[in-house]
């Protein structure tokens, strides 16, 4: 391929249009992306002001972890069974357990 010869000046023009062509669509899916991430950042804050926006929820309610912080220091069940009665994962026991400010566990 020589460019000398102009064979090979169609496919570096080809390589260039290609190229071209790969950076404009490189920006419409970036500026679509940054549309997006606008878009949700308005969301969560309308809302945040409507007070809907909470996140992630508690998997013990304030009785049941309160119950179980009660149940622990007796010892009559080991956290694996309590993490079965509550139907938790057992960090989630211990995590209860730290926050009642008992390090028993």
Not at 30 to 43: K, P, Q, S, V, Y
Not at 50 to 68: C, N
Request: proline share 2%; glycine share 8%.
């Amino acid at each position: 391929m020589s460019l000398v010869n102009g064979v090979g000046v169609g496919l570096a023009f080809l390589v260039l249009r290609g190229r071209l062509l790969f950076n404009v669509l490189a920006m419409v899916a970036e500026f679509e992306a940054d549309l997006i991430r606008a878009r949700t950042r308005e969301g969560m804050a309308v809302a945040k002001a409507k007070g809907r926006l909470r996140g992630k929820q508690p998997k013990l309610s304030k009785t049941q972890e309160a119950h179980l912080v009660s149940v622990h220091p007796a010892g009559t069940h080991t956290t694996v069974k309590l993490a079965e009665l509550f139907a938790v994962v057992r960090s989630t026991v211990y995590r209860a357990i730290k926050r009642a400010g008992d390090t028993t566990a």
